[in-house]
């Protein structure tokens, strides 16, 4: 059974960063056809945020491009997401999320409907 352990997150203030971690357990991290995170809080709709391939193609939604990063360490089986220039909206539930479909091409679209995914982080920012 694929697992993906989150890590990391937390609170900052507006304009400060973060880094958030996800390490694929049982599952070589570049079997996973797109990887990346979602984010949501209960009642609320469900947002691809960032997503990278096995090729190592990236997409992000717009309300994040150009300040957060997507990136992958295949020697530590992992995948980080750099969060820099916070705003007080990207308070939410972060989810590391993977899907193995080859009939849908790997974005933020997606991942929102993902085979497998981690226990969730929070993410807090002030203002």
């Known amino acids: 059974q694929v697992r993906l352990v989150e890590s990391g997150g937390g609170s900052a203030q507006a304009g400060g960063a973060l880094r958030l971690s996800c390490e694929a357990v049982?599952?070589?991290?570049?079997?996973?056809?797109?990887i990346g995170w979602f984010r949501q809080t209960p009642g609320k709709e469900r947002e691809g945020v960032a997503t990278i391939d096995r090729r190592g193609a990236t997409d992000y939604a717009d309300s994040v491009k150009g300040r957060f990063t997507i990136s992958r360490d295949n020697a530590n089986n992992s995948i980080y997401l750099d969060m820099t220039g916070l705003q007080p909206q990207d308070t939410n539930v972060y989810f590391c999320?993977?899907?193995?479909?080859?009939?849908?091409?790997?974005?933020?679209?997606?991942?929102?409907?993902?085979?497998?995914r981690g226990q969730g982080t929070q993410v807090t920012v002030s203002s």
């Open positions: 049982s599952i070589y991290i570049l079997n996973i056809m797109c």
């Open positions: 999320a993977g899907h193995s479909s080859t009939s849908v091409a790997c974005g933020v679209k997606s991942i929102r409907t993902p085979n497998y």
